[in-house]
């Protein structure tokens, strides 16, 4: 079974513009996260969605969104790009059959805002 | 809220040497507890996980169990190798579907 995939892998953008990344979670998967990963922050929690709601939100500003699609695939964007939003972002995915199941995480978009 | 604390780094080991990386935990009802493991550049792989209390998660010759009159999960490994050179979370999940991780510990492995 394929794992997680997110696109890009690698991304550059200015201050000032709007990014998208796109992940597809494991055949099978109904609910998909999304983490932020920094040096000085650590793993930090975006948002969660299930069958496409949104069923739980992290402290982040809203600038960054995210939706989820009919076949599982969700997106998250982040509007007018600050430096401090330089990060790896990392998608999980899990069957979410209850509150509590592994969730199995993708490789990755690095973010460069310039 | 939920919480989880973990030995800082970095821990610099030779190899064959025990490993024991301490993961303390504070939540509200009854959490699952994951160990993850990130290598240079990539993403997070989860490396074992326990659900219940006295639960022995255990991969790849690491070993954790779920200690809850102790609130810990910690993390264990009799024999390491170059190959286990990593950073490793410690994790949680209770009722909310998000993941709470540690601050991350480095390892590195010296041949």
């Given amino acids: 079974k394929a794992g997680v995939t997110q696109t890009p892998r690698y991304l550059i953008k200015t201050r000032g513009q709007q990014v998208t990344l796109s992940c597809s979670p494991i055949s099978g998967h109904r609910s998909v996260s999304w983490y932020q990963q920094t040096p000085g922050q650590g793993l930090q929690f975006l948002f969660e969605y299930f069958s496409e709601t949104q069923r739980n939100k992290g402290n982040f500003p809203g600038r960054f969104s995210g939706r989820q699609f009919s076949n599982s695939r969700s997106e998250m964007n982040v509007s007018t790009l600050e430096l401090g939003d330089s990060a790896l972002y990392l998608c999980a995915s899990s069957l979410a059959e209850d509150r509590v199941e592994t969730q199995y995480f993708g490789p990755g978009t690095r973010l460069l805002v310039l | ?111």
């Fill in chain 2, 1 to 111: 809220g939920n919480s989880v604390t973990q030995m800082e780094g970095p821990v610099t080991l030779s190899e064959e040497a025990f490993l024991t990386i301490n993961c303390t935990y504070t939540a509200t009802g009854y959490p699952s507890l994951f160990w993850y493991v990130q290598y240079p550049g990539e993403g997070l792989q989860l490396l074992l996980k326990a659900t219940k209390a006295d639960d022995k998660g255990s991969n790849k010759g690491f070993e954790a169990t779920y200690r809850k009159e102790t609130t810990s999960f910690h993390l264990e490994k009799g024999s390491v190798q170059v190959s286990d050179s990593a950073v490793y979370f410690c994790a949680l999940v209770a009722n909310d579907y998000k993941l709470s991780f540690g601050a991350g510990t480095t390892v590195t492995v010296r041949a």
